[in-house]
């Protein structure tokens, strides 16, 4: 059962998209790491609440783009096949 | 595609058209899909809203009853919003921003009710990256003149490649952000709703409703505009 060239590509393919998704693990890391100076902060400045946790979310919300990225790649591969 | 992932499943995620128009555009076929759909029931929902509020500040009380109340909390909302960041300069602004926050909020959100999200269609949030763009360039030159410019060689020449890539990827790093957050969202529920049994297709994706659409998008809308607020202020 001989495996044929656009075969081989697909498969390729597969394993770069699943690749593509080791991108997950920053922005994982990034947003945990914000969450937790965003709750010292709260627990030293009650007070800042709000203020605290808007810019925690937007810093998040940059921080996870990476992350998107990667799964925009492993989309196309996985979809759109630009090399099939 | 593998085992579970067959054809009629990728479709439920996928942008389908609906409609096809009867002339060509640059050589390629021109169709109506359901997101241009879902966008203009969104248009015209938003424009029915703006008239009806129209008619309500048209005869508005001192003190605010009823339907007045919420209007007033809605722009109260998006005015502090655009003061935070903006300061003095935010009467200018609050009219883009608080159009392109609610235009995103709502189209987010639609996903709640059956439609495909506008936004989870690079051809929808690339034009509003391409808008802010303009708006930022725009600023840049009006407020700054030529130095706008002669930026882009500061500290030294030699990062001038890094500068022009910083300036130019803006419009693409933000709409990429709003397309792939809501992009996601609308993959994991057309595989919940198109892989698993019928029985846990009833209550269980409420809760992956709440964050897909209603945390996630809210979120993104507010980072949208929260974003856009920024970009503008550097240039100020």
Partial sequence: ?84 | MGLFLDANIAEKFMIKGVLKMPFKFLGQDVWITDSILSMCLICLILIVFAIICSVYIKKAKLVPVGFQNFIEMVVELIDNMVQGTLGDNAIRFRNYIGTIFVFILLANLSGLIGLRAPTADYGVTLPLGVFTFIIIQFQGFKNNGINNLLDLFKPTPLLFPINIIGEVTTPITLSLRLFANLLSGVIIMGLWYGMIPLLFRLGLPTFLHAYCDLFSGCIQAYVFSMLTMVYVSQKL
């Fill in chain 1, 1 to 84: 059962m001989g495996i044929s060239g656009i075969d081989f590509i697909y498969g390729c393919s597969a394993i770069g998209a699943g690749l593509a998704l080791i991108a997950g693990v920053g922005p994982g890391v990034g947003q945990g790491i914000a969450a937790g100076y965003g709750a010292s902060a709260v627990g030293r400045n009650p007070g800042a609440k709000s203020d605290i946790t808007s810019t925690m979310l937007l810093g998040q919300a940059v921080a996870e783009t990476t992350g998107l990225y990667g799964l925009v790649v492993a989309i196309i591969l996985m979809f759109v096949k630009p090399f099939g």
